[in-house]
Nanobody, 119 residues
Framework: QVQVVESGGGLVQAGGSLRLSCAAS????????MGWYRQAPGKQRELVAD???????NYADSVKGRFTISRDNAKNTVYLQMNSLKPEDTAVYYC?????????????WGQGTQVTVSS
């Protein structure tokens, strides 16, 4: 099995910063793309940013220039540095890891971490 565990959420004032971390562990051959998604109350879960194991990144338009995704392949860990936070960034943030288990690829989700930005 594969476990995905997030940390780093919290309450911050608008304009502030937070850094989220997510580590994947367990039995897998490799971790491919890792990403951050978020879900605000009453809204669908949306992609925030993702990063391949070669370092290619992809960002939602709403966070470009403010958020930075990075990863440490040796630790199977992905980070999300969030700067210039806005109240509309308030959501539960989920980490997703695409892991190769045997000959197949599976997507694993963390339990989520709350980010609240006050105005």
């Amino acid at each position: 099995q594969v476990q995905v565990v997030e940390s780093g959420g919290g309450l911050v004032q608008a304009g502030g910063s937070l850094r989220l971390s997510c580590a994947a562990s367990g039995s897998f051959r490799s971790i491919n793309t890792m990403g951050w998604y978020r879900q605000a109350p009453g809204k669908q879960r949306e992609l925030v940013a993702d990063i391949t194991n070669s370092g290619s990144t992809n960002y939602a338009d709403s966070v470009k220039g403010r958020f930075t995704i990075s990863r440490d392949n040796a630790k199977n860990t992905v980070y999300l540095q969030m700067n210039s936070l806005k109240p509309e960034d308030t959501a539960v943030y989920y980490c997703n890891a695409a892991a190769k288990v045997g000959n197949f690829n599976y997507a694993y989700w963390g339990q989520g971490t709350q980010v609240t930005v006050s105005s």
